[in-house]
């Protein structure tokens, strides 16, 4: 029984560290960005290794897994920043859907739209032929302003904002944010402009951890530097708050997907997506309501947030 609580504990040691490494700032190999991601799945081992201390009697295993989940909490549990305001009339609903290469599907794409009544859709991974075929539905024809073009063939750099209110585009800084195409648009939402950026960053591996990192700190920089009107940053962020360049990046804004966000990435795997990669973070805006949408064709659910203008 001994040699059963030291293993207990040795693990629930690891488990701890685990948990830890949201708070490691600096990006070094290629696994960590991974492994942050993997919060929920610690918090799982924690409560498995809790129920085996205690049928053991393991107490220092216990503890250390009780620990090792209210660290994991900290940076997946999403309490911070929600609007303080009253919401006016003017309605925003935000859906943002990374269309994997343009092979997402159009009809159910279009099926969300109509349902949720969305009036800015962001698609990163866009092609024109997607588009096209998102138009000629009865829900994308709502959508009269758009960004900008998109690759014809199957691309991860076209990224596109639709919206059905009047629409302009807004330039951004250059830098190593925009290298996927990150597009922001002014729409008038009842004669108030909201800024809408559409989000796809690089993803954290191999040679582009540094370019992933200085991507997001970036985009942190842009909307601080927006600050006095409604804002949202909708898209595909290739991160989540167990990483503390997007903690950065959303900064003074506020997550959508509530106080436990839904895991939207990978969804075409043979385990379910363990990750809250895709967001809509927004400023100066109520929320009403938001949620994800499954789509075939593409390794992403969409996100969509049901927003309000705030009229204080």
């Not at 293993?7 to 949201?22: D, E, G, Q, S, Y």
């Not at 003017?90 to 949720?116: E, S």
């Not at 003074?252 to 939207?264: E, V």
């Amino acid at each position: 029984m001994r040699v059963v609580r030291l293993l207990l504990a040795v693990v629930a040691v690891a488990l701890l560290v685990l948990a830890a490494t949201p708070w490691v700032d600096r990006v070094e190999p290629s696994w960590l960005p991974a492994v942050q991601a993997l919060g929920k799945v610690w918090i799982a081992a924690a409560v498995v290794g809790i129920v085996a201390s205690l049928v053991t009697r393991a107490w220092f295993a216990c503890g250390t897994n009780l620990v090792a989940i209210a660290v994991a909490l900290v940076t997946i549990v999403n309490v911070s920043n929600r609007p303080d305001c009253d919401a006016g009339d003017g309605r925003l609903a935000v859906m943002a859907l990374n269309a994997y290469y343009g092979d997402a599907d159009v009809a159910q794409l279009a099926a969300a739209v109509q349902r949720h009544d969305i009036d800015v859709l962001v698609v990163p991974e866009a092609t024109e032929p997607m588009i096209a075929k998102l138009a000629a539905t009865e829900p994308g024809r709502r959508f009269t302003h758009r960004s900008g073009q998109t690759p014809e063939s199957r691309d991860t750099e076209g990224t596109v904002i639709l919206s059905r209110y009047p629409a302009t585009r807004v330039d951004v800084p250059a830098g190593e944010a925009e290298i996927f195409q990150q597009p922001a648009m002014s729409v008038d939402v009842g004669g108030t402009p909201v800024l809408v950026r559409g989000v796809h960053p690089k993803p954290p591996v191999d040679d582009w951890l540094q370019d992933w990192r200085t991507g997001l700190m970036e985009l942190g920089q842009w909307q601080r530097a927006n600050r006095g009107r409604p804002l949202v940053m909708a898209g595909d962020f290739n991160a989540s708050s167990a990483h503390a360049p997007f903690r950065d990046a959303k900064r003074g804004m506020y997550d959508t997907a509530g106080w436990w966000p839904t895991s939207t990435w990978p969804l075409d795997r043979a385990y379910p997506p363990f990750a809250d990669i895709d967001h809509v973070l927004v400023r100066g805006l109520s929320v009403k309501g938001s949620g994800t949408e499954d789509i075939d064709g593409t390794d992403h659910r969409a996100v969509w947030a049901d927003l309000r203008i705030c009229s204080r």
